[in-house]
């Protein structure tokens, strides 16, 4: 079955061009034009992803990040005219699996589009156990994608199971945020790289209800990455 893709943006041409190259990949498309429409679709369609536009007409789509985000955990990448760091940190904050600002490369967007779509799968639809990491009481298990802290369950998007799991693997070392980026993100770390970093620790932190000062599981080492301890 093809994955189901939505597309929200109310520049009609924008959104018909990235239903051209989506198509032609085999993809199911789904275009809203604006915000309201959007989520009266995520409430009647199972999604595997979402291209969501910053600027909408009626709705921010920041707010609508959000409602996604209450009840489903597909891939959404955010499309943005702006450039400011704070936007974008405030999106991936919200829960953006990834960014792209306007006007973009459509094959850099179909790159990144495939690039969450396959994490999305390798981490909800896994074949044999692999492993399963138990750290005073976080539990990750990387083979049915879940995540327990004190034995509740912890939501998390594919993008940040595959941060938590990758300090995981390396209990005890600091990993540089360069190194974190590249190994999850896929991609090579620039100037900018690490806010996206920090945003998805801080996001990551909010969700294992982290003590600011002092946090239990994701310790920052200062000037030199994230680790946690065994």
Sequence with gaps: MNEKILIVDDEKEIAD????????????????????????????????????????????????????????????????????????????????????????????????????????????????PISMHDIRGLVINKDTHACTLFGEPVSLTPLEFSILWYLCERKGKVVSAEELFEQVWGEKYLDNSNNTVMAHIGRLREKLNEPAKKPRFIKTVWGVGYKIEA
Excluded: W
């Excluded at 995520?42 to 291209?51: G, H, I, P, R």
């Excluded at 990040?65 to 891939?75: K, S, T, V």
């Excluded at 600002?101 to 981490?123: C, D, G, H, I, S």
């Design 17 to 128: 061009l990235i239903e051209v190259y989506l198509k032609n990949d085999g993809y199911d498309v789904f275009k809203c034009y604006t915000g309201t429409d959007a989520l009266s679709a995520v409430q009647t369609t199972a999604f595997d992803m979402a291209v969501l536009d910053v600027m909408l007409p009626d709705i921010d789509g920041l707010h609508i990040l959000q409602r996604i985000r209450e009840n489903h955990f597909f891939p959404v990448i955010m499309l943005t005219a702006k450039v400011e760091d704070m936007d974008k940190i405030m999106g991936l904050t919200l829960g953006a699996d990834d960014y792209i600002t306007k006007p973009f490369n459509p094959l850099e967007l179909m790159a990144r589009v495939k690039t969450q779509l396959r994490r999305y799968k390798n981490y909800n639809h896994g074949g044999e």
